[in-house]
């Protein structure tokens, strides 16, 4: 385990180096955007902290429109760390949503350079800057990483 | 923003980027599953399939279906993907061991490749119990799916329809008490 995390760590320094180089030889940029996970990655985390609290306090309650988090959250009886895990995945859920939604305006002006054929809708502007990755700004390639859409 | 803070985001990113390789379903095996437009005209849609699925129960009555849905035939032709969705006892609460496969769904329909497309989630039993029970029961089932993709999970509800097959299109017609049978489908209906 040790050294299989030692034998990886120069790869990432040198990729890290370059991304800030890339980074640098762009000059002043706006924020890079933050990491989000997948939806099946957080609401994974509840699943773990609070599966035991659902099967026992919110018997017959589904997990759509809110109904278990309202469940969680009204139950006294719920454990401690399942209610914060549950204020976590709540945040972390908005950030993907956040993240996604946000994609279409870092990538603005990318769009129009790269992508000035394409239809817009469906999905399209997406796919075009996905696969004009290579050129795309570093910025709008963060907020596609960030999106999760690669 | 210094550069040095800069520095620490991109490493963050860098290495938090494998994760998720432990988990037994993939999202990039389910988009490819799903990816790609349908032939025009295949004629599926939900309304169809519900009411081909009552008359199936209405015209060859009996403890189990044995002649398949005049769909059949088109359903099989559309992209897909099988998932197993555990719920409690004969009930449409899902249980939170599987609150993961329905967030992969969730990733999978909101990635770009998909974005086009709208699918239909479609609940099965196997053929235990009665026929029109079944039915409802799959349909409850398949609503509790598509109310979590398009609440928790964010996904547009004009890309998802939901319907209850009962045990009126068994994945294994030989056996229909399998497991087998039991399962939820994505299926991409087109745009």
């Known amino acids: 385990m040790t050294t299989k995390l030692d034998t990886r760590r120069p790869r990432r320094a040198i990729f890290a180096v370059a991304a800030v180089a890339a980074i640098a030889a762009l000059g002043p940029v706006q924020p890079a955007a933050a990491q989000t996970i997948g939806y099946a990655q957080a609401i994974d985390i509840l699943a773990d902290s609070c599966g035991a609290d659902i099967l026992k306090h919110c018997k017959g309650i589904n997990l759509g429109g809110g109904r278990i988090e309202g469940c969680l959250e009204q139950n006294p009886k719920v454990s401690q760390a399942c209610k914060v895990d549950l204020v976590r995945v709540q945040g972390l859920l908005a950030a993907r949503a956040a993240a996604q939604a946000a994609v279409g305006q870092i990538c603005n002006r990318d769009a129009q350079q790269f992508c000035k054929l394409t239809k817009p809708g469906k999905g399209n502007i997406l796919n075009c800057l996905l696969k004009a990755a290579p050129s795309v700004s570093a910025n709008c390639n963060a907020a596609i990483d960030a999106a999760g859409y690669r | ?191």
Do not use: C, W
Not at chain 2, 41 to 64: E, M, W
Not at chain 2, 83 to 88: G, L, P, Q, T
């Open chain 2, 1 to 191: 923003m210094s550069s040095r803070i800069l520095t620490a985001l991109v490493a963050v990113a860098l290495l938090s980027i494998p994760a998720g390789a432990q988990t037994k379903l993939d999202r990039n095996e389910i988009i490819n599953s799903l990816s790609g437009l349908p032939a025009s005209g295949h004629g599926v849609t939900a309304a169809l399939l519900r009411q081909q699925a009552l008359d199936n129960i209405a015209q060859n009555p009996g403890d189990n279906a044995t002649t398949a849905l005049p769909l059949a035939a088109q359903l099989a032709k559309l992209r897909q993907f099988n998932v197993e969705i555990v719920f409690d006892f004969d009930s449409a609460t899902i249980r939170p061991e599987s609150y993961e496969t329905i967030g992969l769904m969730a990733d999978a329909l909101h990635h770009p490749y998909l974005l086009q497309y709208r699918f239909l989630v479609i609940g099965h039993t196997d053929a235990k119990g009665d026929r029109k029970y079944n039915l409802e029961l799959s349909q409850k089932r398949a609503d509790s799916i598509r109310e979590a993709l398009t609440t928790t999970f964010r996904v547009d509800p004009a890309r998802l329809d939901a319907v209850g097959l009962g045990e009126e299109q068994l994945r294994d017609p030989a056996d229909p008490y399998a497991q087998v049978n039991r399962r939820v489908q994505l299926i991409n209906i087109g745009d």
